[in-house]
Nanobody
Framework: QVQLVESGGGLVQAGGSLRLSCAAS????????MAWYRQAPGNQRAFVAD???????DYADSVKGRFTISRDNAKNTVFLQMNSLKPEDTAVYYC?????????WGQGTQVTVSS
């Protein structure tokens, strides 16, 4: 049974930075493409960034140049470094596989960016 636990969210002023972490249980982590998604109030969950097992990355246009996804396969952890945060980045952030696996959705971590 795979569990994904997100952490690192919080309240930050516009222009600030946060680093999110997603700790995964299960030996499949290192071969899976992992991704971050986010859901703002009233919106559907949306793709933010992903990273393959080999380290290739992709980003949503809205975060390119500001967010960086990385992973530590030895520690079964994926990270999202978020810089130059904007109020529109406010959302609950989740990690999952890419494409997402229904059973892997966790509680997410809240990111709130004040203007």
């Amino acid at each position: 049974q795979v569990q994904l636990v997100e952490s690192g969210g919080g309240l930050v002023q516009a222009g600030g930075s946060l680093r999110l972490s997603c700790a995964a249980s299960g030996s499949i982590f290192s071969i899976k493409t992992m991704a971050w998604y986010r859901q703002a109030p009233g919106n559907q969950r949306a793709f933010v960034a992903d990273i393959t097992g080999g380290g290739f990355t992709d980003y949503a246009d809205s975060v390119k140049g500001r967010f960086t996804i990385s992973r530590d396969n030895a520690k079964n952890t994926v990270f999202l470094q978020m810089n130059s945060l904007k109020p529109e980045d406010t959302a609950v952030y989740y990690c999952n596989t890419q494409p997402p696996t229904y059973d892997y959705w966790g509680q997410g971590t809240q990111v709130t960016v004040s203007s």
